[in-house]
């Protein structure tokens, strides 16, 4: 038996054969050409029957994962259209006499490069996109069809880093598990492997060894460990494990339409987080009670231009019209690893310690105001709340509230319906807003504890760096005192509070934070049944 140790991004057991995926780039033989025309043509039907397959893969996404996942293949469109990438192609095929395949794979390569060498985390995951591509048009280039397999047992997928396209295409029957050696937490493979509940491993250094191809394997997306030619032992260990989470599933359906309320009576409102309305099936499917965070920045990360305000009000009202439960709007969180190229936002040397969050909005205060035009507009069709990131001053909020009144007397004045009640919130994911967080609850209604950045601020470490992965320690004591601090200041203030980040949804926590008092915990709808089965047999 051969063991490999990785990092586990998506939950669950896998059993299968390994199979590798192969870089259709890497295929590509390098050849003379006496007719750069011949190969110009040749790139040109290559590429438009490339964008004709993302098309369709985006049709088939929409369907298979939903619209904000399906997104991807819009992007590898406009990735495909690039003016830079496309000349690049075309200046070697010209200048080198090179036929279209080599150019094309010296393309993938020296735009991955690039992509790889930048600061930004989103940036570093257009690696894996520039090289799917490129594999797309290689493939039509040399004539194969765009199925990535047709292996006929089931198995587990094994690649330097899986491509979207290949994760969609492939068959889900078949493909029990992804495991890779490149590949983050955060990238497109690792959240398609989620949404589809399929087992994932990154970062296993040693997997692409030819030998291993074939070998009986089992993928654990819990603990990151793949085990290649398992012995008997591991075989039987594993499968106790599978039969037990079916178990554990069928017992946690029973907790739709339960209370999330201790043995006691301690009752705790059980919300979901989510990115858009692509999300929502699932916030139903699960049982939750709201939306204790809605991420409206993706609504400006996935477009190629600011979004109109009708254009965010018609999302707004769809998922309060669509939930019939409250919804908790986290006003764009744009920064740091969350980038929009159509701001044209300096390149900061420490992007998340930057111009982000609330300092964003203050700054660029014209998008503040129509966002929280639709955002109040949206109110008049449901039970809203609006929150704030990233606040570390009293200042902040007043300066916040006056916009937002400024807003609410406009929208008076032109007669235009909204709810007059909506609460407002901070978030509280910096060590200023935990000291402060006594003077914060006299401004707001209510607060919204991030555990993920108040973690990575309190430790003074980068979540983004997998090198420091050995040293992040969200159960710090500094992390778990600074949340009851904030609990405790809440209600000592008459407001409630919250927990949103990745925490919430920490089962060795959930005790700890209903003895804290915590009101609300908002986490991924998948989550929502097994923390209220917890909560309900908490004392």
Known sequence: MITLRGKGVSEGVAFGKLFFTRDHTANAVRTASGDAELELRRLKDAMKLASEQLEKLYAAALDAVGEKEA??????????????YQDFIRNMIESEKVNAESAVSAAADNFAQMFSEMDDP??????????????????????????????????????????????????????????????????????????????????????????????DCIA???????YLDPDEATIALYKAK?????????????????????????????????????????????DAEGVGLFRTEFIFLESERCPTEDEQFAIYKEALERLKCPIVFRTMDIGADKQAPWLSLKQEE????????????????????????????????GKAAIMFPMIISKNEVLEIKEIAQNVRAGLTESGIAFDPSVELGVMIETPASVMISGELAEEVDFFSIGTNDLTQYTLALDRQNKELDRFYD???????????????????????????????????????FVEMGIDELSVSPSKILGIRAKVRAHP
């Open 242 to 286: 599978e039969a037990e989470l079916r178990e554990k599933a069928r017992l946690l359906e029973q907790m739709k339409g339960e209370k999330t309320a201790t043995l006691s009576g301690q009752q705790i409102r059980l919300y979901a987080n989510i990115g858009g309305l692509a999300d929502i099936d699932a916030v139903l499917a699960n």
């Open 474 to 512: 969200p159960h710090h004591p500094a992390v778990i005192r600074m949340i009851r601090m904030v609990a405790q200041n809440a209600h000592a203030k008459g407001i409630w509070v919250g927990i949103c980040g990745e925490l919430g949804a920490d089962m060795g926590l959930t005790d700890v």
């Open 350 to 381: 420490n992007p998340a310690l930057g111009l982000r969050g609330a300092r964003l909005c203050l700054a660029r205060r014209e998008l503040f105001e129509a966002q929280l035009r639709a955002l109040y507009r949206a109110s008049a069709f």
């Open 71 to 84: 997104e991807i293949f819009q992007i590898h469109q406009l990735m495909l259209e690039d003016d830079d």
């Open 220 to 226: 654990d997306g819990f603990t990151g460990v793949v």
């Open 122 to 215: 989103y940036m570093q995951g257009r690696t894996v996109d520039v090289r799917d591509i490129s594999g797309r048009i290689t493939r039509a280039l040399m004539g194969e069809e765009d199925d990535q397999t047709s292996l006929s047992e089931k198995h587990i997928v094994g690649a330097e880093d899986i491509t979207p396209s290949q994760a969609l295409q492939l068959d889900k029957s078949l493909a029990m598990g992804f495991v890779t050696v490149g590949g983050s937490q955060t990238s497109h493979t690792a959240i398609l492997a989620r949404t589809m509940n399929v087992p994932a491993v990154i970062g296993v250094k040693e997997l692409l060894c030819p030998e291993y191809e074939g070998l």
